[in-house]
């Protein structure tokens, strides 16, 4: 467990000791997101906040990955080189499109990549462990589906970045949870790369939430949801066969079902399945009569819930 520790701190410190300099560096460029008619917030926020998460995650996964080799522990470094080279790739496309901007099918293209690359370094759902005779084999269909849930979670943490510290703070959520369970399943390297992820998720917390002086741009969010993605194909994805198909669903159930809904919604009505508009979750909250602040925890309380659940289930395994 201390090698845990010792990730989860380098995170926290990199990310909070770089995320002021990125605010810096973003106001300087331009990089920031202006007040508009479906934005939550009055004033001009800067974004690129991904570029501290991703200075942590990397810095705190080195320092894992060197603490591993002394202690001669066992990972499945080809797994986290692909892992690292998609999320890299995701982080570039975002920070394009916070200082410049990029159409939805562009980015949309660049996630499929992404994923084509972690497909070829050997991680994929290709089998699920069935309790009662042995493994599942999916056969053709491992790589449409791992496309579809790596693809499909990047989105939807991208897609519930619309409050102050929301995605952010979903992420810690369900990047804890999944490390718990990566632990109960014996996959270090993806307990490595979750308990990074949570380090540097708890740190950016510090200036995006209410009232954030940063916001995650797409740069933050899509790295986010691909590190979450991949991570638990190598944790979750490959246990019992019911922990498999709900484990992480549960976890991840808020931005699921959001990005489910909106996509079913702008579909019905003709428009670009990930054009943005004002009718997510936390759109509706507000308009319910939370505050921002009330709609940010009732949706962190809905995370909490959901994923005790899956824990729970998880461990009883």
Known sequence: ?????????????????????????????????????????????????????????????????????YYNINLDLKAMLGIFLGGSLLLIVGIIDDIRGLRA???LICQIIATLIIISFGLGISFINNPFNGLLAIGIFAIPLTLFWVVGITNAINLIDG??????????????????????THQL?????????????????????FPA??????????????????????????????????????????????????????LKEGRHPFAADDRHIHHLLLRAGFNKREAVLAIYSACFILSFIALVMALQR
């Not at 467990?1 to 990730?7: A, K, Q, R, S």
């Not at 770089?18 to 004033?43: F, M, S, W, Y």
């Open 1 to 69: 467990m201390v090698l845990y520790f010792i990730t989860l701190v380098v995170a926290f410190i990199v990310t909070y000791l770089t995320t002021p300099i990125i605010q810096k560096i973003a106001i300087k460029i331009n990089a920031v997101d202006l007040p508009g008619e479906r934005k939550i917030h009055l004033l001009p926020v800067p974004r690129l906040g991904g570029v501290g998460i991703y200075l942590g995650f990397v810095a705190a996964v080195i320092t894992s990955l060197i603490i591993s080799n």
């Open 105 to 107: 099918t562009t980015k």
């Open 163 to 184: 409050l102050d510290g929301l995605a952010t703070g979903v992420t810690a959520i369900s990047a804890a949870t999944l490390f718990f369970v990566a632990l109960r």
């Open 189 to 209: 390297g993806a307990a490595i790369l979750l308990i990074a992820l949570l380090g540097t998720s708890l740190a950016f917390l510090r200036f995006n939430f």
């Open 213 to 266: 002086t940063i916001f995650l741009g797409d740069s933050g969010a899509l790295f986010l949801g691909f590190i979450l993605a991949s991570a638990s194909i190598i944790g979750v994805l490959k246990t019992t066969l019911v922990v498999a198909l709900i484990v992480p669903v549960l976890i991840l159930g808020v931005p699921i079902f959001d990005t489910l809904f909106a996509i079913g919604r702008r």
